[in-house]
């Protein structure tokens, strides 16, 4: 008969034993919802990588069809300010033509119509390409050492006859280091005039009593930076406070009903806001229905040193000089231009001087006819038919190379005239670029350049002192 400690002993064995199968049991469950939490952990991953794998997908999808969106944009807009550059320029050209001539008093106010009404189409115009850059991030400066005051003074030169022949009053007034010496900063004078002259063109459309105020300061900055203000203060009809959040957004203005008595496309102050932005700085506002408006441009620009004497150039920069280097001798012109109205404007800009000028109308004909005949000078269009200007040049400057010969300057004249393209065609060659619509100064101030710097010994002479190539004569003018 078992002992009272054996008896003890088998009832702790039999419990450790029950204790044992128990945990065994419980570990057996939890081993089991824990593959079945890891499976559907596993499943769930699966699932979410997929998911975001779509999602991934779409993403790309979607930013694939917004760059397509905005180059299909970027290149219409570039089509249609090429198609309605190339048409103004006949007509700006042609009218400032007519202009030259003896005319009636109601034929110059015509005139005076069609110039000035083109002007402004052509504001319009650059104010869209200006908006289609900012948009795609591409809105360049070029920052130069610039006198402050030479730019305000061209601002003020530009608007001050408008505003007083409205019967305003305007004031310019400098304050602080703008009141002393020349003040220079590294800016984007070109950019800078176009934020003011937007600012001085608002005012002045939109107050009818009064007058306007220029007042401008400048202030040190520590690290050598200046701080610019630029306040336009007028006392016109103001902006009411429902209207001054659609101020800065595009295509809209203050005025938005349909029988606004004032017109404008509302870009200029959302690309000069912009603008503002890339030099450090911004554009405010304090405005009252009725009680005028004044608009403060703000700028933290670095300081420049006024740039030394430079060293007079070999031909006079003035106008009559670049007439009189085109008068030195009958230079020999070859003209790309696929437009027969762009060639008529280009012939009655250039009738006055003794030139001999070839018109072609590709850039296959451009290698042609220099092949074949020595020029001094050619004014080449971008965009021609079976061969464009740039690869016309390219051809040009290939072969120039390979024989040793002079270059003759090439003129890009293009309705192109981005940034970015005209800095694409001095890469490939080109001397200069002259936009169209383009004034007959513009044009003789660049041919008159390039042929000053071609020195003594003009291409076509060292083409023509080439053995290998024909002498055979010129080709006979064409062209309307």
Not at 9 to 22: L, N
Not at 382 to 392: F, H, K, Q, T
Not at 393 to 407: K, Y
Request: net charge negative; glycine share 6%.
């Amino acid at each position: 008969m078992p002992s009272a400690t054996d008896r003890v002993s088998r009832r702790r064995y039999a419990r450790e034993q029950a204790a044992r199968q128990e945990a065994e049991n419980l570990l057996e469950v939890k081993c089991r919802e824990l593959v079945q939490a890891n499976e559907a952990l596993n499943k769930h991953a699966q699932t979410l990588d997929a998911v975001v794998r779509e999602r991934t997908r779409d993403l790309e999808r979607a930013k694939l069809e917004a760059e397509a969106a905005s180059l299909a944009k970027s290149n219409f807009l570039a089509v249609m300010s090429h198609e309605i550059r190339t048409p103004l320029n006949g007509i700006l050209g042609m009218a400032s033509c007519l202009a030259e001539s003896e005319t009636s008093q109601e034929q110059t106010e015509a005139l005076e119509v069609i110039l000035s009404s083109g002007d402004m189409l052509l504001t319009i115009i650059n104010d869209i390409l200006d908006l289609a850059k900012v948009e795609a991030g591409k809105l360049e400066l070029e920052f130069l050492p610039s006198p402050v005051d030479g730019v305000l003074a061209a601002v003020c030169q530009q608007f001050e006859v408008a505003i007083r022949e409205k019967g305003l009053s305007f004031a310019y007034l400098p304050t602080k280091l703008l009141a002393q010496d020349t003040l220079w900063a590294q800016l984007d004078p070109t950019r800078l005039r176009q934020v003011l002259g937007n600012l001085m063109s608002n005012a002045l459309k939109f107050t009818e009593t009064g007058g306007i105020t220029l007042s401008a300061k400048a202030e040190a900055l520590p690290l050598g930076r200046l701080h610019l203000e630029f306040s336009i203060a007028d006392t016109g009809r103001g902006i009411a406070e429902a209207q001054q959040a659609r101020l800065f957004q595009p295509f809209s203005q203050a005025d938005a009903s349909i029988a606004r008595s004032h017109g404008g496309t509302g870009l200029g102050l959302v690309v000069s806001q912009q603008i503002c932005q890339q030099m450090a700085g911004d554009i405010r506002f304090v405005s009252a229905a009725g009680q005028g408006s004044t608009f403060t441009v703000s700028l933290d620009v670095p300081r420049a040193e006024a740039p030394k004497e430079p060293a007079k150039p070999p031909v006079d920069t003035r106008a009559s000089s670049y007439e009189a280097v085109l008068s030195q001798r009958r230079w020999r012109i070859l003209v790309a231009e696929d437009s027969r109205t762009n060639q008529l404007v280009i012939r009655h800009f250039l009738r006055p001087l003794d030139l001999d000028i070839t018109f072609v109308e590709t850039g296959e004909e451009a290698i042609h006819h220099w092949r074949q005949t020595g020029f001094d000078l050619i004014l080449m269009d971008v965009n021609m038919p079976v061969l464009d200007g740039l690869s016309a040049t390219a051809v040009i400057r290939t072969e120039e190379q390979r024989r040793g010969l002079v270059p003759v300057p090439v003129i890009a004249v293009s309705a192109n005239a981005m940034h970015h393209q005209v800095a694409a065609y001095l890469a490939k060659g080109m001397m200069a670029h002259v936009a169209k619509p383009f004034r007959r100064t513009d044009l003789i101030q660049a041919m008159g350049e390039a042929l000053g710097a071609a020195g003594d010994l003009s291409a076509s002479e060292c083409l023509l002192q080439t053995p290998a190539l024909s002498t055979a004569g010129h080709p006979s003018e064409k062209g309307p």
